[in-house]
């Protein structure tokens, strides 16, 4: 892709990045209700842990493991989470989507852009603070190696484009629906459990355990933080950044699929 056809799409990268350093003061508040989940988060398997004997596992995670599995994937969170089914929603309902279909970009590719635009401001205004508040209060290791620092830091962007992807499969819905509440709402809560955020998927039974290998929600948090806690290490790492890649390019040829589908049949409400 040349670089002039590459250039609106980083205007949009801009753009969204300026749009939320207009609204800053929300993440800040934001910083607050992250360190409430992990704190949360923390007393209770605080007191899973308190009658074992000291270094004992829960399928391969002590105290400390735990901690730090809860910590960096609410932190990982802060960094990928973004609204782009509910923005699509809106743009539907409001029949501004006639906008969207009239400019002569792709409109996956400028959702995607705003996705990381989003995400780089989340990451230097949001992430970063409420790691080092995290950090500060709660017994939280450093990545298990320099490897799995850096590996985590691709797989985080990997489970950015997951996410935005699949944000952009349920906004799709709108088009025959009109309103998606019912559906992000389902979506919220299978990818809460489903994606190891709220329990290793370690812990899962074992018939839950390997229904989501074939599943995009792992990908999303239980891969990033296990790398970050080197539970990913050699062929097993480089084959879990294989299937986030795998992941992001399925789900960006079914989203431009998609897209084409529901475009034809468009009807169009609102001013």
């Given at each position: 892709m040349s670089a002039l056809r590459i250039a609106p799409y980083l205007g949009f990268v801009s753009g969204t990045f300026q749009k939320m350093l207009a609204y800053r003061l929300r993440y800040y508040t934001?910083?607050?209700?992250?360190?409430?989940?992990?704190?949360?988060?923390?007393?209770?398997?605080?007191?899973?842990?308190?009658?074992?004997?000291?270094?004992?596992?829960?399928?391969?995670?002590?105290?400390?493991?735990?901690?730090?599995?809860?910590?960096?994937?609410?932190?990982?969170?802060?960094?990928?989470?973004?609204?782009?089914?509910?923005e699509i929603g809106d743009q539907v309902q409001k029949g501004?989507?006639?906008?969207?279909?009239?400019?002569?970009?792709?409109?996956?590719?400028?959702?995607?852009?705003?996705?990381?635009?989003?995400?780089?401001?989340?990451?230097?205004?949001?992430?970063?603070?409420?790691?080092?508040?995290?950090?500060l209060c709660f017994p939280v290791a450093l990545p298990a190696s320099f490897a799995s620092g850096c590996a985590f830091v691709v797989s985080i962007w990997l489970a950015l484009l997951i996410l935005t992807q699949l944000n952009f499969l349920v906004g799709m819905c709108a088009f025959p629906l009109k309103s998606i509440d019912g559906v992000m709402r389902a979506k919220h809560y299978l990818l809460e459990i489903l994606s190891g955020l709220v329990l290793p998927v370690a812990m899962f039974p074992p018939w839950l355990a390997a229904v989501t290998r074939w599943l995009p929600f792992q990908q999303i948090s239980y891969v990033p933080t296990s790398i970050w806690l080197g539970k990913l290490r050699g062929p097993e790492l480089a084959l879990a950044l294989a299937r986030q890649a795998g992941w992001v390019v399925l789900f960006t040829l079914l989203c431009a699929f998609v897209w084409r589908r529901v475009t034809k049949r468009l009807t169009v409400q609102g001013g």
């Open positions: 934001g910083i607050v209700s992250y360190l409430i989940y992990v704190a949360i988060n923390y007393f209770i398997w605080k007191a899973v842990f308190a009658d074992r004997a000291p270094g004992a596992l829960i399928d391969g995670y002590d105290l400390a493991g735990m901690t730090t599995y809860v910590a960096v994937g609410w932190i990982a969170r802060s960094f990928y989470f973004n609204n782009v089914d509910r501004e989507i006639a906008l969207a279909l009239a400019r002569p970009v792709s409109y996956q590719g400028t959702v995607l852009a705003g996705a990381i635009g989003e995400g780089t401001f989340r990451f230097l205004c949001f992430s970063l603070p409420v790691g080092i508040v995290i950090y």
